[in-house]
């Protein structure tokens, strides 16, 4: 059975700090890594992940997949109280389509 | 352009009752996934339907649980005689396209509360 696994699966932070959110999966027919972020609404897209080694940055976001060790990290500078969400990890499957498995998330929340 | 639409936000149903659950994709859009996140839980795959055609219902209970994208309309989640374990979220989710680096953008969600 396809499996993505997120740690930690909680986190508290406080403002200004750096958190890395990891991600590993174990599936057959690997497409890309997807990344969202979800509060109390829809996932939103973050990220996704093809090809090993290559960063993929946006702002204080960043996010690289290890495609010989099966996974991914999100690193997350300079951290904000509005990056509390819950973050998701994905892994779409060859298909040519969206049918992505997810994992459970990793809850984040950042204090003043 | 609005996003991806999905209604109601909530929806409460004594056990037994039918649920329909409603999605309009992204103007443009004529992929549909459906996700059911339930307590505790990851999102979990349901069903990929294009107009008018279910490509992939694997994730979908085998009892109680439909899903259509008709020509005109948006696309409707059913789930009959509805139990307990039913609560959850439920994510509607489209796309342009199957190609590569095609984004699926996701509504907002339907909480579903069985009673």
């Known amino acids: 059975e396809d499996k993505v696994v997120q740690s930690p699966l909680s986190l508290v932070v406080h403002e200004g700090d750096t958190v890395t959110l990891n991600c590993s999966y174990e599936v057959t027919n690997f497409r890309s890594l997807l990344w969202y972020k979800q509060e109390k609404k829809a996932p939103t897209f973050l990220f996704m992940l093809?090809?090993?080694?290559i960063e993929k940055k946006s702002g204080r976001l960043s996010s690289i997949l290890d495609k010989k060790e099966l996974f991914s990290i999100l690193n997350i500078t300079a951290t904000q109280t509005g990056d509390s969400a819950i973050y998701l990890c994905?892994?779409?499957?060859?298909?040519?389509?969206?049918?992505?498995?997810f994992g459970i998330g990793t809850k984040l929340q950042v204090i003043p | 352009n609005a996003g991806v639409m999905q209604n109601p936000r909530h929806l409460v149903r004594r056990r037994g009752q039918e649920a329909r659950l409603r999605c309009s994709p992204m103007?443009?859009?004529?992929?549909v996934y459906w996700y059911r996140q339930l307590p505790e839980e990851g999102l979990k795959f349901m069903v990929y339907?294009?107009?008018?055609?279910?490509?992939?219902e694997s994730g979908m209970p085998k009892e109680r649980f439909s899903a259509e994208f008709p020509k005109e309309g948006p696309s409707i989640l059913r789930i009959q005689q509805v139990v307990r374990g039913d609560s959850a979220a439920y994510f509607c989710?489209?796309?342009?396209?199957?190609?590569?680096?095609?984004?699926?953008?996701f509504g907002q969600g339907t909480r579903l509360t069985v009673v």
């Open positions: 994905a892994v779409e499957l060859t298909g040519g389509y969206q049918k992505v498995t």
């Open positions: 989710a489209s796309s342009h396209g199957r190609g590569e680096n095609t984004e699926a953008f």
């Open positions: 093809t090809s090993s080694g």
């Open positions: 339907l294009q107009k008018e055609n279910i490509i992939d």
């Open positions: 103007k443009g859009h004529s992929h």
